[in-house]
Every structure is written in C-alpha cells, then in structure tokens.
C-alpha cells in the first residue's frame, strides 16, 4: 500500500485495517506515506484512598467513528500521520495507598504524539474531596462530612468522581471513581460506599471491549462490616 509503519507490542489485522497495539512505551515510526490514524488512548487509572474514596479511570480518547470518547463526547479527530517517529508513552496505574491518612494516588498520563490522556484523579481519604483527572476520584466520606468527587479533565476524557454524604464517625462511606462511560456512584449511605462510573466499550482492535471502569468506594463500620461498591465495568 501507500502507507506503512511499525511498532507497538502486537500487530494485528482488522479487515482492511492494520492495528498497532502498545502496552508499553514505545515508538509508532511511519516509514511511508501519510494517512489518518484512529487512535484509541487510555491513561493509567488512579489508586483509591487508604479507606474510603475510589480511584478515577485514566483519561480515555478515542477517534474511531462510530464510538464516543470519554466523557460522553463524540469522535475525536484522528491523527494525521507523515514520515517520522511517533512518540507512545503508556501511562502506569497510581501506586497503593499504604497509610491510613494517605489519599489515592493519581495515575500517570498516556501520549500518542500529540493526543495526551490524563492520568485518573485519586481517590480522598478520610473527609478530603476526590483529586482531579482524567475521571476524577471519589470523594473521601466520613466523620458526617460530605465532600465532592473529583472533576474530569479536558478535553472531554471521563467523568468525575462520586460524592459523599451521611457518613459517621463510626460508618464511612466513599465515593466511587469516575469511569469513561459514567460518573462514579455517591456514598451516600452511612456505611454503603459508591460504586465506579463504568467504562466504555471499543471494537478498535476488531472485537468489544470494555476498558477504563472507575473504582469501587471502601466503607467501613466499626465493629462490624461496610459495604463496599463495585468496579465500574
């Protein structure tokens, strides 16, 4: 053909279309030609709280007609490719919260060229707001203070993150993540944590996935057993 390239972990065929995948850091180097790419971009999800908010998915951007972006948004453009190398950066999942008073930990962005998806925001801990990101994280619940779950980045990427209300000093309750398809569920049960936003499916590499849910809020009751949400799928 008119078009040529190379890179990723696997390549693949879809119908007339060749599927470059990349699950590590790489290169996307055209070698001939130029053509318009899809694309299909997902940032590393976010960590949750130490105890109660859940973590947000990393920002997904998407370009295949036909399917949505995240955030609810259409279509993006996709990338216009020349002669050159193509810089891929695959952004990492946000580290545990290891401390009781830690709140989540953001994932890391992820990079096609010029098309960035923000890494998820992380989950509050204790009364704090859920972090900003690409689905924002879910809010922290407890001590009967409602907090707010974290914004989504823009360009549309993901939802934001669940709030929180209703908590005690003895039920906690947080917020869900927010996930590509959907914003992530309150906690607003004494005790019943929110569950993640759900992903969203993509048939880009030629078959249905569901990528990118946000993560479950914790709760805890003491001296019994909380409640804790569900991924978001």
Do not use: C, M, W
């Not at 007339?16 to 694309?39: C, P």
């Amino acid at each position: 053909g008119d078009f040529f390239a190379t890179g990723g972990n696997t390549i693949a065929g879809n119908g007339l279309n060749i599927v470059h995948t990349f699950t590590s850091s790489g290169t996307f180097a055209v070698v001939k030609g130029t053509a318009t790419v899809d694309y299909l971009v997902i940032a590393g999800g976010a960590s949750g709280a130490h105890a109660t908010g859940g973590g947000g998915a990393g920002g997904y951007r998407n370009s295949l007609d036909g399917e949505t972006t995240g955030g609810g948004g259409s279509s993006e453009t996709g990338l216009t490719a020349s002669v050159q190398d193509y810089t891929v950066t695959i952004g990492g999942g946000g580290a545990s919260a290891t401390i009781s008073s830690a709140i989540g930990v953001d994932g890391s962005n992820s990079v096609f060229g010029s098309i960035t998806s923000t890494g998820g925001g992380g989950g509050g801990n204790g009364t704090a707001n859920g972090r900003a990101g690409g689905s924002g994280g879910g809010a922290g619940g407890t001590d009967g203070v409602s907090a707010t779950g974290g914004a989504a980045s823009s360009p549309t990427q993901g939802f934001a993150g669940g709030n929180s209300s209703n908590s005690s000093g003895t039920r906690y309750n947080g917020g869900g993540g927010g996930g590509a398809g959907a914003v992530g569920i309150a906690g607003a049960t004494a005790g019943v944590a929110g569950a993640g936003g759900a992903g969203l499916a993509s048939s880009i590499t030629g078959s249905s996935v569901t990528r990118a849910g946000g993560g479950g809020g914790g709760a805890y009751v003491i001296s019994s057993t909380g409640t804790n949400g569900a991924g978001g799928s």
